[in-house]
């Protein structure tokens, strides 16, 4: 329940400000979780109050249970699409979970009031922090484009040359940058397909497709790890690309079992992908002496992902926490670049930070060790080099005397909102000293 009694003093804040105060906050659980579920409560919250008191609950829970604490569980149980309370045995959870009969008739009364088959219907339509597009992968472990855009849910979408002409549900873009990736509108109900149920499609962000194809763009790997691999839509982009064994690495309980769900619904093939629930930084480099490629993408502040009533260029500039993030931004991806085969170690984040994104690359450029192994930054040309955001010369310039301009072309950047989704940074470091 730890989840949900962290959330709750988000409630009463409402949307001002929320992203900022949910990731500068000192959290047990994670941010993105925490973040998640406030907002998606906040958009359904007028609905969820409705049912909360046709439903007659409130009345009826004996045990302390706020009002914000409530929507949160009710949301969760009756309006998420996982339908269920993530916490073990609580006596509060029971005692919610006894009127899950209740609350689901009154959910259906409410749809059929509001003439909607989906709850997603209900929120708020007018959303200036709405993402512009939402973008779906073919999950080509499962599925060609073929399979999916033959079938009639999506044979009626109009194709458009701009992802940016998407300004009705109706149409679809097909990515210029990645393989396999569309871009449709974000009312567009894509969890409603038949694609989307069997796996044959996964909604993920443009930008987090990077890595993965940053990995496999100009390589082939004989084995690979996912240092940090939940939710898992990484995992399985780099499993359909590389055709090859990945290990995904996760510690936290909760998200393992997040990540092999995942896996488990993107691929048949239960030796494509072997979830390890582990701690990355406490491997040891010669048990995986077959690794090549790793994707490495940590713990970071978040500040690219946005939502109503943020402004992510804005956020509070805490110093002090960016600076333990870089750390151990620094230490993983020193720990990838250890393992006795590894030619390619891609690091990304989802922050607009130079602390977290070229700063950390000058630092792990600048350690004598990696550097007297080999380790560089790969050029531009293979990596997405007509992607037209590189990363900040200005923050590279003094690595070993390299050019500034030069390594940043190593990097990419996606600008929140501008470039179709998220903010996120991407780097390419390769061993020059290893070869195919």
């Keep these: 329940m730890k989840l949900y009694f962290e959330a709750e003093k988000f409630i009463k804040g409402g949307l001002s400000g929320l992203q900022s105060r949910v990731f500068q906050a000192k959290l047990s659980s994670s941010p993105k ?3 998640a579920l406030v907002i998606n409560t906040l958009k359904l919250k007028p609905y969820i109050e409705e049912v909360i008191k046709k439903s007659g609950i409130q009345k009826d829970i004996k045990r302390k249970c706020s ?15 996982q339908g269920r309370i993530q916490s073990g045995k609580h006596p509060l959870k029971d005692e919610v979970l006894r009127h899950k009969t209740r609350l689901a008739a009154e959910v259906t009364r409410l749809k059929i009031k509001h003439k909607v088959k989906s709850l997603t219907e209900l929120a708020t339509e007018e959303n200036d922090d709405e993402t512009p597009v939402r973008w779906i992968r073919v999950n080509t472990l499962k599925a060609t484009p073929d399979d999916v855009f033959n079938t ?7 194709s458009v040359s701009r992802w940016q002409d998407i300004k009705a549900p109706g149409y679809i873009y097909t990515d210029d940058y990645i393989e396999n990736l569309y871009g449709v509108h974000p009312r567009e109900r894509i969890t409603e397909s038949e694609a989307y149920k069997n796996g044959h499609i996964i909604i993920q962000d443009r930008a987090s497709c990077f890595p993965a194809h940053l990995l496999c763009q100009a390589d082939t790997h004989d084995e690979i790890i996912d ?10 982009h780099v499993a359909a690309l590389s055709r090859t064994l990945v290990y995904a690495f996760e510690r936290d309980d909760n998200r393992v079992k997040t990540l092999k769900m995942m896996c488990q619904r993107a691929t048949d093939n239960k030796d494509a992908i072997h979830v390890t629930h582990a701690d990355f930084t406490a491997t040891k480099p010669e048990d995986f002496p077959n690794v090549t490629g790793l ?18 260029q804005e956020q ?5 926490r960016l600076a333990k993030l870089a750390a151990f931004q620094f230490k993983i991806v020193k720990h990838a670049m250890s393992f006795p085969k590894a030619r390619r170690v891609i690091y990304s984040t989802c922050s607009v930070h130079a602390e977290e994104n070229e700063q950390v690359v000058a630092e792990l450029l600048n350690d004598r060790e990696l550097w007297e ?5 790969e050029k531009r040309d293979n990596v997405l080099s007509t992607w037209p955001h590189r990363g900040l010369a200005d923050e590279l310039k003094g690595v070993h005397g390299c050019d500034a301009d030069e390594l940043a072309g190593g990097c990419v950047r996606a600008t929140p909102k501008e470039d179709g989704g998220i903010g996120f940074f991407a780097a390419s470091f390769v061993n020059v000293t290893r070869k195919p």
Excluded: M, Q
């Design 33 to 35: 979780h925490v973040y």
């Design 67 to 81: 009002a914000s604490l409530l929507l949160l569980l009710v949301y969760d149980l009756a309006f998420s699409p």
């Design 152 to 158: 009639a849910e999506f044979k009626k979408l109009e």
């Design 227 to 236: 240092a940090t691999a939940a939710p898992g839509n990484k995992t399985t």
């Design 295 to 312: 994707i490495v993408d940590p713990s970071c502040s978040g500040s690219g992902i946005f939502g109503r009533g943020s402004n992510n």
């Design 316 to 320: 509070t500039h805490d110093e002090g």
């Design 373 to 377: 192994s080999g380790w560089r930054l």
